[in-house]
Every structure is written in C-alpha cells, then in structure tokens.
C-alpha cells in the first residue's frame, strides 16, 4: 500500500501568514488522485481538495493544492483564525485508500 | 438536510463484539458505495472497510479482516459494521463515509458523519 508522509508534523504561524504542508507518497499517485481535509478537534474530516488542485464546494480560495506523482503541497495563502485545525492528506489511487499522518497548524 | 448519523459505539471487552449504524438522508443512499473510517485517539485517519452501492462487494483492511463484517441495508438507508474478536488497538472514533456522485469504493469523501467511539478495555 502507499504510504503517505506529510510534513511538516506542526506549523506554528500567525494569522495573516501564509501556510505551505507537504505531502509524500512512497509510490506515484495515479492520476494525482490526492485529496486534503481539514478536522478541528471533536470534529469529522472535511473535504477541501481533491484531484490534487481542485478545491471542494465551498472552500475558499485561499486554500490551493497542487503537486503530482509523489509530492503533493496544500498552500493556505492567508491564515484565518478558523484556519488552525488538523490537515490530512488522502491518496485514492491505488487500493487500499490510504491517509498521512497529519499536520497540525497551530497559532503561534 | 444531507446528513450520516453513527450510532452503537461503547464500552467492549477484549474478545468481544460489537455492530455499529449509520443512518444516511439526504441523498439516494443506494447509489452510493460506503465507507467505515476509524480514528485512534489523538491518531491519524484508517480506512477500514467499503461496500458497494448494492451491497454484493465488500472490502476490507488487512488489519480487520476475518474479524469485521460490513453491510448495508438500502431499504432502511442504513450502513453497518459488525465488529467481532475486538481488541484494544481497534479503540477508535468510528466514521461513516460517503464519496462524490461518480465515486467509488476506494474514493475520497465528501460526506462524513459525526463518529461513534468504540473502546475496547477490560
């Protein structure tokens, strides 16, 4: 199965600062099928991107994916203060779908 | 209102067992293939086990295999995970998932529910 390595495992900005989280997959990602969620504590996960780049129903603009093959990256332009949260990085390309560890942005 | 509600998490013993439901609405839940996806506390995301839309194709993790069975009834607009041979490292929150229209079985997830706990201890 592929494994999903995401970096870094906390990021402390301010908000106003711009938030880039890396993802790595230990094989190429077919058809960059990697999505990105975001989870806040006592909360399910919420979808933000998919087919690497494309930004679910709702999400702001300031969220943008990008990357292919192995390296995926989710930038976050400008952090708002509902912005801190828990990101994970899905890839669903080959079976089984697998997650990464996670990224904690926190408020520094 | 589009929606996934888990019910049936608790307190098990090691060995023991366990269902869990998830009732859906909002949309027409037998063309959609489903999800179980289980969080340990203060882990990360697994995927455990998907059905398809009909129910005659099941899949599973390796780590549950043999030990959890997944099923739906689109009658009721329900999903299940029955959940046997419990041991303490399958003490998790444990969501429902649902992919996008043209998804599958082994898809990202647009819909989640809100997840029941499941603790294994003695």
């Known amino acids: 199965e592929i494994v999903l390595t995401q970096s870094p495992g906390t990021l402390s900005l301010s908000p106003g600062e711009r938030a880039t989280l890396s993802c790595r997959a230990s094989q190429s990602v077919s058809s960059s099928y990697l999505a990105w969620y975001q989870q806040k504590p006592g909360q399910a996960p919420r979808l933000l991107i998919y087919?690497?780049?494309s930004r679910a129903t709702g999400i702001p603009d300031r969220f943008s994916g990008s990357g292919s093959g192995t390296d995926f990256t989710l930038t976050i332009s400008r952090l708002e203060p509902e912005d801190f949260a828990v990101y994970y990085c899905q890839q669903y390309g080959s079976s089984p779908t697998t997650f990464g560890q996670g990224t904690k942005v926190e408020i520094k | 209102e589009v929606q996934l509600l888990e019910s049936g998490g608790g307190l098990v013993q090691p060995g023991g067992s366990l269902r869990l439901s998830c009732a859906a609405s909002?949309?027409?839940?037998?063309?959609?293939?489903m999800s179980w996806v289980r969080q340990a506390p203060g882990k990360g995301l697994e995927w455990v086990s998907a059905i398809s839309g009909s129910g005659g194709s099941t899949y599973y993790a390796d780590s549950v295999k043999g030990r959890f069975t997944i099923s739906r009834d689109n009658s009721k607009n329900t999903l299940y995970l029955q959940m046997n041979s419990l041991r303490a490292e399958d003490t998790a929150v444990y969501y429902c998932?649902?992919?996008?229209?043209?998804?599958?079985?082994?898809?990202?997830?647009?819909?989640w529910g809100r997840g029941t706990l499941v603790t294994v201890s003695s």
């Open positions: 998932a649902k992919p996008p229209p043209y998804g599958d079985f082994n898809w990202y997830f647009d819909l």
């Open positions: 909002g949309f027409t839940f037998s063309s959609y293939a």
């Open positions: 087919g690497a780049s």
